[in-house]
């Protein structure tokens, strides 16, 4: 089962370097789960391992800034607030605004800026202050002026260049409000330039909008010339055209067109309306006439109503009477009677021809009805010809008419522009306001020496922090016991501490001291490494020379021994061998006399003076210890000491480079590796674990040594407090 499992092991460590048993894949899941927590751990513990040089670096860094604020030239800003608005005040109401003023607050705030920043706007207020032709400017700003002559072309660039530099524009979030600052080593410069900055921009923006009236007019003026010209031009036209065709139109008058009516068109029109009117009138003729016609002749109602027939009809009447009394009282031929009977005749005969005139009255109101309708339908016809010859003629008339009105329009409109433009000439709309004049600045915003300070602390820090982090990513050896699990994917069973004063034998003996509280904590840790409590033959090996093996290896069966286990220290280092001189015994025989005898040796068991301890020294060193350390022979080795001890501690050779260890954990029950903080190599240790997993050995896991809790950071705080509590508590006890 140790053989599948160490095969296991063996397979998940070379392929991604995590944990080899079951135990261990726990704690690494925990680790992943606390990566967090490890995190922040690691970084105070770096931190806490650099402290000097990330001290240091700041210190200097904090010097450096003072120095630079001490030796710096001072430089004194003023500032000045102006106020822009879209648009100015209108006086007349036709004053003209900037174009660019219309649309959106920010764009337009923002185009102002950058008016600001112009190099234009340089160029005026070093004119109006005389830049250009004073060298004391450059003196004022300590800086060297050109090799030319005041005046020239690299004079004027160096100074744009310096106002352009030292000029700061800040827009008011908000606001319409613009703070126009210039930075200079003189407090009065400083004030000087702001202020003529603020009064150039205001004159350059009337000066600008004053142009453009000027060419507004201008431009309007040369058009108003040309339109003039064109009218002129139309208008000869229009009345040579109509003469040449003898078109005349009267004033007043437009057709449907919306054109002038002429003499021909006008005349057309009345006789239109007359002939209508006579056309009309001869069919209520004709249509009275022929009534008459089919009427009888004292039946028709002109008859009756004429007032001398009705007249003759009341004297017929009359007659009438008189003629019936006369019969009455003489005969047919009383001359009274026949002259009444003459009389009424006579009444008849008026009557007839009377009522024959009405009926050739009517007759001849139709024929003259008829006469004057074929009249007008002469005339008409007549001068529908010669209005249709005039229409032709007045297309061409019609054309230049509408340009000679549109010419008009034209020339009207540009003459009323004109004159507003003239009326608002000298009126100038300003939309920008200065709200403070700036003032000569009575401190310099540079150097300040807190600030400087501050900035050369943060500065200093984040170097020597991106140095530390360097050195940590750089630095290769195992520090703390997170190094460990996270490195080589192993679990810690322990810490033991750096002698504080170098004699770990004397410490080992002293059971209150910190090295004694170690070595308990490992015991129960390796009691409690597998599920079948401690193997019983335990090997412990390191990577490299003096990382503390054999120091570890005495202290563990020191403890073993003492806990009343019958224990035997093996020292299998048949290269450099140690725990004969740590026990102060002979090395005559020993762990190598063992590998060349068929049985146990007496010879080569050591008592000491701890109870229930054994030592094996390594015996005479032989010429290939490899030679000596074959399966069997181990096996055969370590089953007869199995048979007289509880507990096997085997104080190995180093892996690295040597062929022993892994030949000895290959027989042993389990394996501790020992590290050395802050000196164990990440990749040699993991090319040391590589070749014992791939040895078949079981690896329980690892013990850090020779940890100096005091410089180590808080990566293993835990340790610390609970060696330091502990023989705290038994030195009071």
Same mark, same amino acid.
């Given at each position: 089962?140790?053989?599948?499992?160490?095969?296991?092991?063996?397979?998940?460590?070379?392929?991604?370097?995590?944990?080899?048993?079951?135990?261990?894949?726990?704690?690494?899941?925990?680790?992943?789960? %606390?990566?967090?927590?490890?995190?922040?751990?690691?970084?105070?513990?770096?931190?806490?391992?650099?402290?000097?040089?990330?001290?240091?670096?700041? $210190?200097?860094?904090?010097?450096?800034?003072?120095?630079?604020?001490?030796?710096? !030239?001072?430089?004194?800003?003023?500032?000045?607030?102006?106020?822009?608005?879209?648009? #100015?005040?209108?006086?007349?109401?036709?004053?003209?605004?900037?174009?660019?003023?219309?649309?959106?607050?920010?764009?337009?705030?923002?185009?102002?800026?950058? &008016?600001?920043?112009?190099?234009?706007?340089?160029?005026?207020?070093?004119?109006?202050?005389?830049?250009?032709?004073?060298?004391?400017?450059?003196?004022?700003?300590?800086?060297?002026?050109?090799?030319?002559?005041?005046?020239?072309?690299?004079?004027?660039?160096?100074?744009?260049?310096?106002?352009?530099?030292?000029?700061?524009?800040?827009?008011?979030?908000?606001?319409?409000?613009?703070?126009?600052?210039?930075?200079?080593?003189?407090?009065?410069?400083?004030?000087?330039?702001?202020?003529?900055?603020?009064?150039?921009?205001?004159?350059?923006?009337?000066?600008?909008?004053?142009?453009?009236?000027?060419?507004?007019?201008?431009?309007?003026?040369?058009?108003?010339?040309?339109?003039?010209?064109?009218?002129?031009?139309?208008?000869?036209?229009?009345?040579?055209?109509? *003469?040449?065709?003898?078109?005349?139109?009267?004033?007043?008058?437009?057709?449907?067109? =919306?054109? =002038?009516?002429?003499? !021909? =068109?006008?005349?057309?029109?009345?006789?239109?309306?007359?002939?209508?009117?006579?056309?009309?009138?001869?069919?209520?003729?004709?249509?009275?006439?022929?009534?008459?016609?089919?009427?009888?002749?004292?039946?028709?109602?002109?008859?009756?109503?004429?007032?001398?027939?009705?007249?003759?009809?009341?004297?017929?009447?009359?007659?009438?009477?008189?003629?019936?009394?006369?019969?009455?009282?003489?005969?047919?031929?009383?001359?009274?009677?026949?002259?009444?009977?003459?009389?009424? /005749?006579?009444?008849?005969?008026?009557?007839?021809?009377?009522? !024959?005139?009405?009926?050739?009255?009517?007759?001849?109101?139709?024929?003259?009805?008829?006469?004057?309708?074929?009249?007008?339908?002469?005339?008409? *016809?007549?001068?529908?010809?010669?209005?249709?010859?005039?229409?032709?003629?007045?297309?061409?008339?019609?054309?230049?008419?509408?340009?000679?009105?549109?010419?008009?329009?034209?020339?009207? $409109?540009?003459?009323?522009?004109?004159?507003?433009?003239?009326?608002?000439?000298?009126?100038?709309?300003?939309?920008?306001?200065?709200?403070?004049?700036?003032?000569?600045?009575?401190?310099?915003?540079?150097?300040?020496?807190?600030?400087? /300070?501050?900035? #050369?602390?943060?500065?200093?820090?984040?170097?020597?922090?991106?140095?530390?982090?360097?050195?940590?990513?750089?630095?290769?050896?195992?520090?703390?016991?997170?190094?460990?699990?996270?490195?080589?994917?192993?679990?810690?069973? #322990?810490?033991?501490?750096?002698?504080?004063?170098?004699?770990?034998?004397?410490?080992?003996?002293?059971?209150?001291?910190?090295? %004694?509280?170690?070595?308990?904590?490992?015991?129960?840790?390796?009691?409690?490494?597998?599920?079948?409590?401690?193997?019983?033959?335990?090997?412990?090996?390191?990577?490299?020379?003096?990382?503390?093996?054999?120091?570890?290896?005495?202290?563990?069966?020191?403890?073993?021994?003492?806990?009343?286990?019958? !224990?035997?220290?093996?020292? $299998?280092?048949?290269?450099?061998?140690? &725990?004969?001189?740590?026990?102060?015994?002979?090395?005559?025989?020993?762990?190598?006399?063992?590998?060349?005898?068929? /049985?146990?040796?007496?010879?080569?068991?050591?008592?000491?003076?701890?109870?229930?301890?054994?030592?094996?020294?390594?015996?005479?060193?032989?010429?290939?210890?490899?030679?000596?350390?074959?399966?069997?022979?181990?096996?055969?080795?370590?089953?007869?000491?199995?048979?007289?001890?509880?507990?096997?501690?085997?104080?190995?050779?180093?892996?690295? #480079?040597?062929?022993?260890?892994?030949?000895?954990?290959?027989?042993?029950?389990?394996?501790?590796?020992?590290?050395?903080?802050?000196?164990?190599?990440?990749?040699?240790?993991?090319?040391?674990?590589?070749?014992?997993?791939?040895?078949?050995?079981?690896?329980?896991?690892?013990?850090?040594?020779?940890?100096?809790?005091?410089? =180590?950071?808080?990566?293993?705080?835990?340790?610390?407090?609970?060696?330091?509590?502990?023989?705290?508590?038994?030195?009071?006890?």
């Amino acid at each position: 089962m140790n053989q599948e499992a160490s095969i296991l092991d063996r397979d998940r460590f070379a392929d991604d370097d995590v944990v080899q048993s079951d135990a261990r894949a726990h704690a690494h899941r925990l680790g992943h789960l %606390s990566q967090g927590d490890l995190d922040l751990r690691e970084i105070r513990a770096a931190l806490y391992r650099n402290r000097w040089l990330i001290g240091g670096v700041t $210190a200097v860094a904090i010097i450096i800034g003072l120095l630079m604020a001490l030796l710096s !030239t001072p430089i004194y800003r003023s500032t000045a607030t102006l106020q822009i608005d879209q648009q #100015g005040p209108q006086i007349l109401g036709s004053e003209d605004q900037d174009p660019t003023a219309s649309g959106d607050i920010e764009v337009y705030l923002q185009t102002q800026v950058e &008016v600001l920043r112009s190099r234009s706007l340089s160029d005026r207020v070093a004119r109006s202050l005389n830049y250009y032709q004073d060298p004391s400017f450059f003196e004022a700003m300590e800086m060297t002026p050109p090799d030319t002559s005041p005046g020239s072309a690299a004079w004027q660039r160096a100074v744009i260049n310096i106002l352009q530099e030292n000029l700061t524009i800040e827009l008011t979030s908000g606001t319409r409000l613009v703070d126009l600052s210039f930075d200079s080593p003189s407090p009065q410069l400083s004030a000087r330039v702001s202020n003529a900055f603020a009064e150039e921009f205001i004159a350059s923006t009337l000066q600008r909008r004053f142009d453009m009236s000027a060419y507004s007019r201008q431009f309007l003026q040369e058009q108003l010339g040309q339109t003039r010209e064109r009218l002129e031009e139309s208008e000869r036209s229009l009345i040579e055209y109509a *003469r040449q065709t003898g078109i005349t139109n009267l004033d007043g008058g437009e057709d449907a067109e =919306g054109n =002038g009516q002429t003499l !021909t =068109g006008s005349n057309l029109a009345t006789l239109n309306t007359a002939y209508a009117t006579a056309q009309t009138d001869r069919i209520l003729a004709e249509q009275k006439w022929r009534q008459a016609q089919a009427t009888p002749l004292m039946s028709l109602a002109e008859v009756l109503s004429n007032p001398a027939i009705q007249t003759l009809q009341s004297q017929k009447a009359q007659a009438k009477a008189q003629l019936e009394g006369e019969r009455d009282r003489h005969s047919a031929d009383y001359p009274t009677v026949r002259q009444l009977e003459a009389q009424i /005749a006579a009444f008849d005969e008026q009557i007839r021809l009377q009522a !024959t005139q009405v009926r050739n009255s009517i007759r001849d109101q139709y024929r003259i009805a008829v006469q004057q309708e074929r009249s007008l339908m002469a005339n008409v *016809r007549e001068l529908q010809g010669a209005a249709l010859g005039e229409q032709s003629r007045g297309v061409q008339l019609t054309i230049l008419r509408r340009e000679a009105d549109t010419n008009r329009a034209l020339y009207d $409109a540009l003459l009323q522009r004109f004159r507003e433009l003239n009326a608002a000439a000298g009126i100038t709309a300003n939309n920008i306001l200065i709200i403070d004049r700036a003032e000569t600045p009575s401190a310099p915003i540079w150097p300040r020496p807190l600030i400087n /300070a501050f900035l #050369g602390a943060v500065i200093g820090f984040g170097l020597a922090a991106a140095i530390a982090f360097a050195r940590e990513r750089l630095d290769d050896s195992i520090r703390s016991s997170d190094d460990v699990e996270r490195k080589l994917g192993l679990p810690v069973l #322990g810490i033991t501490p750096r002698p504080a004063n170098a004699d770990a034998e004397t410490e080992m003996l002293d059971p209150h001291s910190p090295m %004694s509280e170690s070595i308990y904590a490992l015991r129960t840790a390796l009691e409690l490494s597998t599920r079948d409590g401690l193997p019983q033959t335990l090997l412990v090996t390191s990577t490299r020379p003096a990382e503390g093996k054999s120091t570890t290896s005495e202290a563990l069966a020191r403890e073993f021994a003492q806990s009343g286990r019958r !224990t035997v220290l093996v020292d $299998a280092d048949m290269r450099r061998p140690s &725990v004969h001189h740590n026990f102060h015994i002979d090395n005559k025989s020993g762990f190598s006399t063992l590998l060349t005898s068929p /049985a146990l040796v007496p010879e080569a068991l050591k008592t000491t003076d701890v109870d229930n301890l054994s030592v094996i020294p390594s015996g005479p060193i032989p010429p290939s210890p490899p030679r000596l350390l074959s399966g069997e022979t181990l096996d055969r080795v370590f089953s007869q000491l199995r048979d007289r001890f509880d507990i096997i501690i085997i104080d190995a050779p180093p892996v690295l #480079g040597l062929a022993d260890a892994p030949q000895l954990a290959s027989a042993a029950g389990g394996v501790l590796y020992v590290v050395e903080a802050h000196s164990g190599s990440q990749g040699q240790a993991k090319a040391s674990i590589r070749r014992l997993l791939s040895a078949g050995t079981n690896i329980l896991g690892v013990v850090l040594t020779k940890y100096d809790f005091t410089s =180590g950071g808080y990566s293993s705080y835990g340790y610390h407090e609970y060696y330091s509590y502990g023989g705290h508590d038994r030195a009071e006890a």
